[in-house]
């Protein structure tokens, strides 16, 4: 009777053990790659605000994304993790080459 208890115990502290090493390595890894899906997004639309600039269609250095849509730079920009439309009101600043998101 007694070594069963024993046995369930250690199989109980085994799962504890193990899911308190996978559950912050998963949080770790999701945080890592969607930060690199923003990036990927961020960057994408800091290098197509600088060509409308470089080319002379886009007179600002405060861009926004409408604007970046209205002349074929860009489609719309989805956020990688929610799949919702980012606001067009957003926009990339050339000055400091930053994208601020507007909620």
Known sequence: MEKIKISSINIVLIIIVIALLL??????????????????????????????????????????????IDKKYIEKIYDPISKELINL?????????EFKIVK
């Open 23 to 68: 559950v912050p390595a998963t949080i770790y890894i999701l945080k890592s790659h969607y930060d690199a899906m923003n990036l990927v997004i961020e960057k994408k639309v800091i290098e197509k605000a600088s060509e409308c600039y470089n080319s002379k269609k886009c007179k600002s250095k405060i861009i926004k994304l409408q604007e970046l």
């Open 89 to 97: 009101e957003s926009y990339v600043d050339l000055e400091n080459n």
